[in-house]
């Protein structure tokens, strides 16, 4: 709550006065104020009530207005109180200041002073809270900075990563979930763009559900049917009338799932609902306002469709201003381990069977493994070698088949981060053989395999034995 939506807490033994301050703040505009006509029942009522300022008489019966200041001033070092007394004596004045009194005031108070006063106060503590705002916030930051800690730890939960790429994303999460304002989500298909925009709505503190579409394959007429809702009649077999999704996300969050496929004039609509947040359901001409936050995410890079002319730019510009990029799995190979962790035990689970054991080889087999699918691939992959599994160890056969089927159609990516500057062939100089071609695909596919021939053969596109006889040339020749 803030300090101007608190009351005004006028404390004085005449009721006369009581009304007549009364009338001088409303009549001022202050609507909210409250009387007590005894000192005993002020600190009673402060440990249960905030107040945004107290005008307090200095000369009661039973606590003085001196003594109930200094409790206040112990008790309540933000609230600002203002002494108003019919003694005019400047060492009192003094006094009362010393104390930690706001301001001073003689009877009878003129109505703009004494209106002037408690607005001074109040704008006085709104500085202060807004000052300890910012401390905090500076402190939290830094805190999460210097210590990697996230204030909404759960709200991650469901993303299994070890990654530091991943945790400056979800810090950036914290940070702008709160904002209202929309917020794009890309990344590959597969990397878990859905969960990481419920995280967003989880943080945000909305009240509303979260409610997820894909809006990729929906003609204008869908896309409006299913997010605004239509009026009875609005088109051949709507009997009746219906809500749409943006209705039932009220108060919550709307995910809008593969953007990127979005026909130009359901891009038009989109623009006015995050524009000026209005939208007409189907046969309507009653313009409906919308209070759901807006996240919208997709696989495509925009600024290609952009270039063709099949996404607006305005669009695209009133979405990105927050824009979180979730990397792929090739660029975190780090997450392999936990992921293959997670999803052996979730689908063992979830078929109930115990959790089998995976070899040591199989991190390094995955690592080698470029994912096209991302995460969802590497839990289907997961389900299919655990489903399989009948005792023991499990085995890499199943892995490796997956990949082989896959490797057809999957683009090798050599990452700069995997590759030592001598581990490169020079073409600058003598053009190299392919038997020195040859060994140099190799060393690196043992080098990345952590040794193990048949990972590297998998590697190379050669059986195990067709490696190995590879090896036992090289050593006879060396």
């Known amino acids: 709550m803030t300090n101007e939506s608190l009351p005004v807490l006028i404390v004085d033994d005449e009721e006369q ?13 202050i609507e909210n104020v409250m009387t007590m006509n005894y000192s005993r029942d002020v600190m009673q009522f402060l440990d249960k009530q905030d107040a945004s300022v107290i005008v307090l008489d200095l000369n009661m019966p039973y606590i003085s207005g001196m003594e109930l200041l200094e409790k206040i001033r112990h008790d309540f070092p933000d609230l600002s109180v203002i002494i108003v007394t019919a003694t005019n004596e400047i ?8 104390q930690g009194a706001f301001d001073y005031l003689v009877k009878p108070v003129e109505k703009s002073r004494l209106v002037s006063s408690i607005k001074k106060a109040v704008e006085l503590n709104a500085l202060r809270g807004e000052v300890s705002s910012l401390k905090q916030h500076v402190l939290s930051l830094r805190q999460h900075l210097l210590t990697d800690k996230l204030e909404y730890e759960s709200a991650f939960a469901s993303i299994y990563t070890n990654s530091k790429k991943m945790r400056s994303v979800f810090h950036y999460v914290e940070t702008i979930a709160r904002s209202g304002t929309p917020v794009f989500i890309t990344g590959e298909t597969g990397v878990g763009k859905e969960l990481m925009a419920r995280a967003v709505h989880e943080i945000s503190g909305v009240q509303g559900e979260f409610v997820a579409v894909n809006v990729a394959g929906l003609d204008d007429n869908m896309f409006s049917d299913t997010l605004f809702g239509h009026q009875t009649g609005a088109y051949t077999g709507a009997d009746k009338e219906r809500d749409g999704l943006i209705v039932k996300a009220t108060q919550g969050t709307l995910l809008l799932d593969e ?7 359901s891009q038009i609509k989109l623009l006015r609902l995050l524009e000026e947040g209005v939208y007409y359901p189907l046969g309507s001409d009653t313009l409906q ?12 890079d925009l600024q290609n469709l952009m270039a ?9 510009y009133r979405l990105c201003a927050i824009h979180i990029h979730i990397p792929p799995l090739r660029e975190r190979t780090e997450d392999i381990p936990v992921l ?5 035990e979730d689908t063992a689970r979830s078929l109930d069977r115990k959790k089998p054991s ?11 493994y470029t994912f096209p699918g991302n995460i969802r691939e590497l839990k289907a992959m997961v389900f299919d070698g655990v489903a399989q599994h009948r005792s023991g160890v499990l085995s890499l056969e199943s892995f490796r088949k997956f990949i082989a089927e896959k490797g057809g159609y999957v683009e090798t990516v050599i990452s700069p981060s995997s590759q030592s500057p001598d581990s490169k062939i020079d073409f600058s100089g003598r053009f190299p053989t392919l038997k020195e071609v040859e060994q140099y695909l190799i060393t690196e596919a043992l080098k990345r395999s952590d040794g193990n021939q048949g ?21 006879k020749k060396s």
């Open 340 to 344: 293959l962790s997670n999803f052996i």
């Open 455 to 475: 990972i590297a053969a998998s590697l190379l596109g050669l059986t195990r034995q067709a490696l190995n006889k590879r090896l036992k040339r090289s050593d």
């Open 259 to 265: 953007i990127g496929d979005l026909n130009e004039i």
């Open 17 to 29: 006065i009581l009304l007549s301050y009364m009338a001088m703040m409303r009549t001022a505009g």
């Open 358 to 368: 995976p070899p040591p080889e199989l991190v390094t087999l995955l690592s080698n």
């Open 308 to 316: 063709e002319g099949k996404f607006r730019k305005d669009l695209y």
């Open 91 to 98: 060492e009192q004045a003094v006094e009362c200041m010393k």
């Open 289 to 300: 306002k919308n209070s759901a936050r807006i996240i919208a995410s997709t696989n495509q």
